[in-house]
């Protein structure tokens, strides 16, 4: 599929109804990755379509005037390009998203470490989340912005809130570096788990396998991707997740850094209490 499609202009690309942002007519393939049975194509555009396999979906490819195997009405994603139609069936959740900044900000360096290489560096991942310009963000968020980290899916930010009990809007600032760096630790996991169960995602409305509450999805964000939470066990905003006391984690970090955005985000915890107070 990857040799048909990569570096081919997309003469068609139809799939579930009001998915949205969708690849502008005729922009490139530039990439087709696998992970499990999450395959995610790549626009030139910065649109990236997801597609989760599940219970007796595939991606078939064909030649243009070739038979399908199934008729179109099972076909979720279609995707046409000179000479072939990649076609995806069955059971499949479809997601689309726009890569933050990269026409703005193109081959700038400010890509966050892979979490799929094996020498990742997770402490450098945790320094980033941990940056004090993020504070104001969810942790849900943070967690899919490319500055802080890449290699990871939708998937995997969903199921690791979910398995630390975590609310996906828990705001950054609220939490410290030891949270960040289990939260770290947990996506290289889930990232290379394959995610052979799904506890949360795409299981709207299914009772939660910890608590037996169902289980909520809604669009977060500027990027508009689906977050997946339980609403009894990830309840909490503010929490922390290694008591303030413990010493665990031994971070693999600069301690001054540290110490330097650990005063960054107080000075502007300080500001927001004074804002708050007129
Ligand atoms: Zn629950």
Sequence with gaps: MRTALVNQSSLRVDTVAGLWPMPSEHSLIEAIHRDGRCVSIEWDDGI????????????????????????????????????????????????????????????????????RRDDVDLGAVATRLFYPTRAGMTIFDALGDPHVLTGSGNVDRSEVLWSLELSPFTSVGELEYDDMWMIVQSMARSVRSGHQSLSVYGRVGQPCVRCGSSITGARQGEDRRMAYWCTTCQSGNGQRLVPPSS?????????????????????????DDLRDFG
């Design 48 to 115: 990236v379509l997801e597609t989760w396999v599940r219970w007796k979906g595939s991606w078939e490819l064909y030649r243009s005037n070739q038979m399908w195997r199934l008729p179109m009405s099972f076909a979720r994603v279609v995707i046409e390009v000179p000479g072939w139609t990649a076609v995806c069936f069955g059971s499949v959740s479809v997601d689309s998203y726009r890569m933050p900044d990269r026409h703005r900000h193109p081959q700038s360096g400010g890509v966050g470490p892979d979490l």
């Design 247 to 271: 010493n665990e984690a031994s971070p693999p970090a600069d301690v001054l850094y540290l110490n330097e955005a650990r005063a960054a985000r107080e000075r502007v915890r300080i500001f």
